[in-house]
């Protein structure tokens, strides 16, 4: 049976069917997906049976693994694996993953463990969409800008809700400080699509105040969150989706009255991003290499 790409909606996400993820795959099929990831940005696999190895295995037909997160913990047994779980905090906010250091990764891989019997949906936004979208003199605008994110930033949660937890997550999420100046706009290596590469770790626009940089990062990342631009994605029972990490961000719904959901996934290590005129983003803070190698 011949890989079937479906479309789920116009501008991203695509089902994947007539491939078996759970068994090594072929330099054909791992083209075939590579391809359908590049035009759909995330794809989805249904009715897939895999453990974390297999989950591993997968995602390393795609390039080099990162270890599961620069400050937290991975699953016990498994250094590339991290749980997304609901016990430990929940990523209700628009970002892509670990944008805070030099090379990011290049895909992620999310695989169904528990799913709440209702709600506990995944966004996932297009920003090469979302830069298409821009008037032209914005467009113009963030071609020449460059943010620094940073995994040391506001969460915006006021001090009376904080519980010890909490506050324990937080210091272990930021136990090692972070920041890295990236390009606005991302030039896709393999596509040379642009998008919008921002999110919720881009604290501030270089040259600008932050209350100048949280202006202009809040009005560009209106575009990315447009409905048209967003995958919806309802999770049931042994799934896996795939995403590009490079040209997209994603949010996880907190809409399931704390009812338990797990996710596991796998990260895949990337590049350097690159600007439209060919300068790679650089470090400020903070050494990543137990994390993630740079390609040469």
Not at 211 to 228: A, C, I, N
């Amino acid at each position: 049976m011949s890989i079937e790409i479906s479309k789920v909606t116009a501008n991203i996400g695509a089902r994947v069917l007539g491939v078996d993820i759970s068994k090594p795959l072929d330099e054909e099929q791992v083209t075939a997906i590579r391809e359908a990831l590049n035009v759909h940005k995330a794809l989805a696999f249904d009715d897939v049976h895999l453990d974390d190895e297999g989950q591993q295995a997968f995602a390393r037909h795609f390039g080099d693994l990162t270890t599961a997160h620069p400050t937290v913990a991975a699953v016990d047994g498994a250094p590339n694996v991290l749980p997304v779980d609901s016990e430990r905090g929940r990523a209700n906010h628009w970002h892509t993953d670990v944008t805070f250091v030099l090379n990011p990764p290049q895909a992620s891989t999310l695989r169904s463990i528990t799913v709440p019997p209702y709600g506990g949906e995944t966004l996932i936004a297009s920003s090469a969409a979302a830069y298409r979208d821009l008037p032209a003199p914005l467009r113009a605008l963030a071609d020449t800008l460059w943010a620094e994110h940073t995994n040391d930033y506001d969460y915006a949660v006021p001090d009376e809700q904080i519980d010890e937890e909490l506050a324990a997550q937080r210091a272990q999420f930021t136990s090692i400080k972070f920041r890295t100046a990236h390009p606005v706009v991302r030039v896709h290596p393999l596509t040379g699509e642009r998008g919008l590469f921002i999110g919720g770790f881009a604290q501030r626009i270089v040259g600008l105040s932050v209350g100048e940089s949280r202006k202009l990062l809040d009005l560009f990342q209106s575009y990315v969150t447009r409905p048209e631009n967003i995958l919806r994605w309802r999770w049931s029972p042994n799934q896996l989706v795939l995403f590009d990490n490079r040209i997209t961000q994603h949010y996880a719904i907190d809409n399931y009255d704390g009812r338990p959901r797990r996710l596991h996934r796998v990260t895949v290590a990337g590049d350097v991003p690159v600007g439209i005129e060919g300068k790679e983003s650089h470090s400020i803070e903070g050494d990543a290499s137990h994390y993630t190698s740079v390609a040469g």
